[in-house]
């Protein structure tokens, strides 16, 4: 059975820079928040299709096929997972190993765009057919929320705080608990989290990742997409939109309580 190795995040939580940083590491193919219905998506989203089209982003990012080949290809009404299908033949014929970012935004947000389902609809897709490594990456609720509130208009306008715990906490929920990264824990020390991360996804180490940063190619936060280093400070926003007193608000919140005793295991303190 073939592998497939899948990155998880939710929005504001990471999943930009970490999965660059997997893109650097030896002999990966990254394609970059695929969902298979990101191109429906991206339609309502108002965006060109290619931005979440995997045959798009495997050629153009990695030059899989030959000209007329891709043309053919992206012109096409192949499914979506016969083209997955195609980018693995052909990123194993290249001795690589295919690394996608799920976009799980989709999954357990999703609004206005598109109804939240509360399963990872990737991974049961390639699950029927491939061996699937997933790392699942995590960001403290709180600051995951604070950071989407001052990022994302959509966010503010469409999302009340009991929207937005149960999208966390059904991806919490969805998760390999074994397989899990915090966000947090990588920006301490990036080096051993990625050590662990390759040994998850079974990937090749590369000590000269850093150097690597400024060649790949993915989707997401502006300036995780085009960093060359790793910060390593965890800020909510420079911008602050929710004052102290809404904060305490949340924190005292009944489900925002719940659910950081489910997520005891990963943050001790709210």
């Not at 059975?1 to 990471?14: A, C, D, F, Q, V």
């Not at 495997?58 to 007329?68: D, I």
């Not at 389902?117 to 991974?123: G, T």
Request: glycine letters at 4%; proline letters at 3%.
């Amino acid at each position: 059975m073939k592998t497939i190795r899948l990155i998880h995040n939710l929005p504001r939580s990471g999943g930009t820079i970490i999965s660059k940083c997997l893109g650097a590491q030896k002999d990966v193919i990254l394609l970059s928040e695929i969902h298979p219905d990101g191109i429906l998506i991206s339609k309502k989203m108002g965006v060109p299709r290619s931005s979440f089209d995997p045959v798009f982003q495997s050629q153009t990012w990695n030059n899989l096929f030959e000209k007329n080949e891709y043309k053919k290809i992206y012109n096409s009404d192949l499914k979506f997972e016969e083209k997955i299908e195609l980018i693995l033949e052909r990123t194993e014929l290249t001795n690589k190993k295919l690394v996608i970012r799920d976009w799980a935004f989709a999954d357990f947000f999703g609004k206005p765009f598109i109804e939240p389902c509360y399963k990872n609809s990737l991974f049961e897709i390639l699950n029927k057919k491939y061996n699937v490594l997933n790392l699942y990456i995590m960001r403290h609720p709180l600051k995951l929320y604070a950071s989407c509130y001052n990022s994302f208009g959509f966010f503010r306008r469409n999302y009340s705080l009991d929207f937005f715990i149960k999208g966390y906490k059904n991806y919490f929920l969805n998760t390999l608990k074994n397989n899990i990264l915090i966000f947090e824990n990588f920006i301490l020390n990036p080096e051993k989290s990625l050590k662990k991360m390759c040994n998850t996804l079974e990937i090749d180490y590369d000590k000269d990742y850093l150097n690597k940063l400024k060649d790949i190619n993915l989707t997401g936060d502006p300036n995780a997409r085009n960093s060359k280093i790793i910060y390593t400070k965890d800020s909510v926003s420079k911008k602050k939109l929710i004052n102290e007193d809404e904060l305490n608000k949340i924190k005292n919140h009944d489900d925002f309580i719940n659910l950081m005793k489910d997520l005891k295991n990963y943050y001790q303190n709210v």
